[in-house]
């Protein structure tokens, strides 16, 4: 099993690649100027992304939402949030605003330079010798999109991500394994 940040995205490189890709992702759905993104959204999810953490720590994991819920939920407020902070409208319903927040981490997983050096051929050297499959906190569509830029999707199995197993990551993901 395989995980994203820290295993093949570099989170060293990969947060401020976000923010420098930010504008390119947000600005054509949802106007304002490029720059202002930058610093409106990543503010917005260090705030937002703490609050729901602790919360989600707080509280037992039985209680826990639906990581799918979850996901959709925070992506919501993210983006009502960073909209806020930009000083332009947020899109009308939280599937709109999700919908938003899903096509710019695509355009960021599209877009990414900000993998470890050499973890596509490690990636292919471990598929010769094991069946990988993917169990991060990430959602698998984000799991599966970084896959395909490192053109190894074929590689590995199952991108088992929280939404597909219903558990947050901190949460067992034994029963789907």
Known sequence: LLDVDGAILDRDRSDPEWERLAGQAFSPHLRGPADAWHAAQ????????AREYRELNEMSESNWPHASDWWDRVNAEWIEEAC??????????????TDVAE??????????????PGIADAITQLAQRFELHMAPGNPAWIVKALLRRLDVRDLVGRPFGSDLAGAHKGAPYEQFY
């Open 103 to 116: 096509q710019a981490l695509d355009f960021f997983c599209r877009n990414t330079e900000s993998f470890f």
């Open 84 to 97: 806020k902070l930009v000083g332009v409208a947020a899109p009308g319903t939280p599937r709109a605003r």
């Open 42 to 49: 990543s503010d917005a999810w260090s705030r937002l992304s």
